[in-house]
């Protein structure tokens, strides 16, 4: 990263064919997620901030409260970022990890889980819910609600079965409501949210596993979230998708997509 302090006079010596260079070279830099806890600490002061983590991830910083959903493979420091509330969404070995929830802990840490993860609520001590149920902490309500996914064909179950309650969560922070849809297909329970979500943090596949594609395109228009932040890819799959589907998403709703990279933050403003 050396190409970062370049002295003014150096760059002049450069000239603009090199500058040009240069930019290429941070671009690409910035256009691969940055596996370092730079982020841990954000500004608790105003606004929230999200910070993408691993996989599904996601740490919401806002009111001095720390709430983090499904997280996993967290770097060590965060242990010097403990959650006032955990929100696991389901029990997939790419949502739920014990040793990540046991880092974050300090005094009072919430965990909450579907109640179908008993065994999981009994080893964090946990609170069990099902969609629909509210928790309140403070000035932030979380509603739990609903994540599942079809099955293919009728002699296979579906990976995210209806049945076992699985839940998604909706975090509204003095009228600020962010949803994270952990892994779940474009459901019909999602018309119950048009017009009512600040952020939607959404899937972007594997297809048998999540919502995909131009699935993840009608989520959005159907929910009409104000911005759309993509979770749950392979590296660069968050870059391709938004290059593949930028245009269709401008072009059908007024949504702002807020593209991150692992491990990095980005602050909201509230008024
Ligand atoms: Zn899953």
Do not use: W
Not at 63 to 92: C, F, G, N, Q
Not at 109 to 114: C, D, G
């Amino acid at each position: 990263m050396s190409v970062m302090i370049l002295s003014m006079k150096e760059k002049t010596i450069l000239g603009s064919g090199a500058v040009l260079v240069l930019i290429a070279i941070l671009a690409q830099y910035t256009g691969n997620p940055v596996n370092s806890p730079t982020n841990v600490v954000g500004n608790m002061e105003g606004g929230i901030n999200v910070t993408l983590l691993a996989n599904a991830g996601v740490m919401i910083e806002a009111k001095d409260m720390r709430i983090y959903i499904d997280p996993i493979d967290l770097p060590r420091e965060y242990s010097d970022s403990p959650a006032d509330v955990i929100l696991v969404t389901h029990d997939h070995g790419d949502h739920y990890q014990a040793s990540t929830i046991n880092m974050l802990q300090k005094d009072g840490t919430v965990n909450v889980f579907p109640a179908i993860m008993d065994t999981e609520i009994a080893r964090h001590n946990g609170v069990e819910v099902v969609p629909e149920d509210e928790l309140t902490f403070g000035p932030v309500t979380v509603t739990a609600f609903y994540m599942y996914t079809f099955s293919p064909v009728a002699t296979t179950p579906a990976s995210h079965p209806v049945e076992s309650d699985y839940t998604s969560y909706i975090i509204d922070i003095d009228g600020f409501t962010i949803f994270h849809a952990g892994d779940s297909k474009n459901i019909q329970e999602y018309e119950e949210l048009t017009g009512t979500i600040s952020v939607a943090l959404l899937p972007l596949g594997p297809g048998c596993q999540t919502m995909a594609n131009d699935e993840v395109v009608n989520v959005i228009q159907i929910i009409e979230p104000e911005y759309f932040i993509p979770i749950h890819f392979t590296e660069g799959g968050n870059n391709q998708f938004v290059s593949r589907f930028r245009r269709s998403i401008e072009a059908t709703t007024n949504c702002e997509i807020c593209n991150l990279n692992y491990f990095t933050t980005h602050s909201f403003e509230t008024s």
